[in-house]
């Protein structure tokens, strides 16, 4: 790539810069997390909530990062005017009124809290069912009018012993509501594309390979998946039909999950006997909601899922601890659009993250122009650490370089690169090599190779080979790098050159290729060198070719 290009700093994301960030909660969250952000002396919060769209397009420029629950529209027009934000926490565990694929072309992480209202939400998705099963709703309405014979008569339940339950989303809430049909006795047949066979015999339920067996001789199903586009109206009236007569709907996901029109006629049919909900495709629904009009069988309330105080606790401090790590120290937790890294990972695989960098930036330099991929393969026990971000924070590194002023990051540079035709490839290598652990970052284009390596010596990084050349230098200053001639005198001449010059030199590396009759040596100097001195070195006689690289 050209040497002319400006060269950045280290990745921002895994260091931790002495300076004041601002955090706005924008939707209302608990005190504790509202504390636990405030905390800590470099970050600054304001909360401002019920905020018009109008009024938040204007302030949001000034926040490093947001904090919002469900209220709050993060559309694509927030993220292309926040230009400082980093990072939007999410309270819950839904994110559709974040715009995800805006935040990652802006590189921003977006992270939710999917732990905080895991009982609350299952809990409250079980008593949903039960609701709907013995008409609890329609029965205590009743009570309260006076029709206390008429309702016994009315209100006869269904009993869920032995019934045949469809689970479709087998995650962490997924799994609670199987927890406790299993101890109603009901038979769990469950489906998540993630769900292994391991995993359902250890949950003891009979695994499905699609939501359409999953379905089929159900009596009851409970929805807990994600809204996209591949999941909505996921229930229908062709899935209905699958289900047993009499069956019953629990959904305390999201509305989108099921097509409300086809459920209000599989209903007026018999084939359903009826439903409980607690989200719509339409909230607040409107008043003359067509299921609204059920007399029994029914159970809905207002996206109480996580409405409890334990869960509204659990996710305000989960994720104001999510946002507060993230910027004090780079540790990423609970992202949805990018690889995670915890503490311990973190200070694990963080020598290797600036290697990564090192390596990207000098690929930048001294690889070829207008390359069509980038390599990263790890070598020894490097291989079985988490090395989800190295490769990212490499390619990040060699992309700074044509891409100035923030306009890529670790979140968002698998789209820059993919818009600029570059592909890049991880493998693990098991052949032995000089090194225990070893990182070899290669640049490609069409047939022309170029590539550098790096290992941990101690706790320090070091570049140990370029161009297949073994070399032992340093990761972080000033570099006069020169393809020469292998022959005597050069290495005298550079110094000459560069001590008339008032450069110091603080370290050098020497690489020869006895059989092309060539050498490698790099020079670590004090300051980067001026346009008029890397003239002089290139006229060297002898020397091929000379670059100036800062890393």
Do not use: W
Not at 6 to 26: C, E, G, I, Q, W
């Amino acid at each position: 790539m050209s040497a002319t290009l400006a060269t950045p700093a280290a990745p921002s994301y895994f260091r931790r810069d002495m300076a004041s960030y601002r955090v706005l909660v924008s939707d209302p969250i608990s005190d504790k997390g509202v504390e636990a952000l405030a905390s800590h002396p470099e970050i600054e919060v304001d909360v401002n909530t019920g905020l018009a769209p109008e009024d938040f397009l204007k302030i949001i420029p000034d926040y490093d990062a947001l904090v919002v629950r469900s209220q709050t529209k993060v559309t694509a027009e927030v993220f292309a005017a926040a230009k400082k934000l980093r990072a939007v926490g999410r309270a819950g565990v839904g994110v559709d009124n974040i715009d995800r694929q805006a935040a990652t072309d802006h590189g921003v992480i977006v992270m939710n809290t999917p732990t905080g209202n895991t009982i609350s939400t299952a809990e409250h998705a079980f008593t949903l069912m039960l609701s709907a099963a013995r008409n609890i709703g329609p029965a205590h309405t009743a009570v309260l009018a006076g029709d206390f014979k008429a309702a016994r008569k009315a209100f006869q339940g269904i009993e869920l012993n032995g019934k045949r339950l469809a689970v479709i989303g087998m995650g962490r809430i997924g799994s609670e509501f199987a927890k406790r049909a299993q101890a109603f006795n009901m038979q769990v047949v469950a489906y998540d594309p993630f769900l292994t066979q391991a995993r359902a015999d250890e949950l003891k339920v009979e695994l499905a390979e699609s939501p359409d067996i999953a379905l089929s001789g159900a009596d009851v199903v409970t929805l807990h998946v994600p809204m996209t586009e591949e999941t909505k109206h996921l229930l229908n009236s062709e899935r209905l039909a699958l289900m047993n007569p009499g069956a019953l709907v629990v959904n305390c996901a999201r509305g989108g999950l099921i097509d409300e029109a086809d459920l209000k006629a599989a209903i007026d049919s018999g084939h359903i006997a009826g439903c409980a909900l607690d989200v719509f495709e339409e909230e607040p629904p409107p008043s003359d909601h067509p299921l609204f009009a059920l007399a029994k069988h029914i159970a809905f309330t207002p996206h109480l899922g996580a409405s409890t105080n334990e869960a509204q606790e659990n996710v305000g401090i989960q994720v104001a601890e999510q946002i507060r790590d993230f910027l004090a120290t780079g540790e990423i937790r609970n992202a949805i659009n990018m690889p995670s890294l915890d503490a311990s990972a973190l200070a694990e695989v963080a020598p290797y993250l600036e290697l990564g960098a090192a390596l990207g930036r000098l690929l930048a330099k001294l690889g070829p122009e207008n390359p069509d991929s980038l390599r990263i393969s790890y070598h020894g026990p490097l291989a079985k650490k988490d090395t989800a971000l190295v490769a990212r924070t490499a390619l990040t590194a060699l992309l700074e370089t044509a891409r100035p002023d923030g306009q890529v990051n670790i979140v968002n540079v698998p789209t820059v690169a993919k818009d600029m035709g570059i592909d890049l490839v991880e493998s693990t290598i098991n052949a032995k090599t000089e090194y225990n652990e070893l990182l070899v970052a290669e640049l490609r284009r069409g047939d022309i190779r170029f590539r550098a390596a790096g290992t941990i010596i101690g706790r320090s990084p070091r570049i140990v080979e370029i161009d297949r050349l073994y070399v032992d230098t340093n990761i972080n200053g000033h570099f006069l790098i020169v393809r020469n001639d292998d022959r005597p005198g050069i290495v005298g001449a550079l110094g000459t050159l560069l001590g008339n010059a008032n450069q110091n030199i603080a370290n050098l590396s020497l690489a020869r290729n006895k059989s092309q009759g060539n050498a490698l040596t790099i020079i670590e100097v004090d300051a980067p060198l001026s346009g008029d001195i890397m003239e002089s070195v290139r006229g060297i006689p002898g020397v091929l070719s000379a670059t100036g690289v800062t890393l």
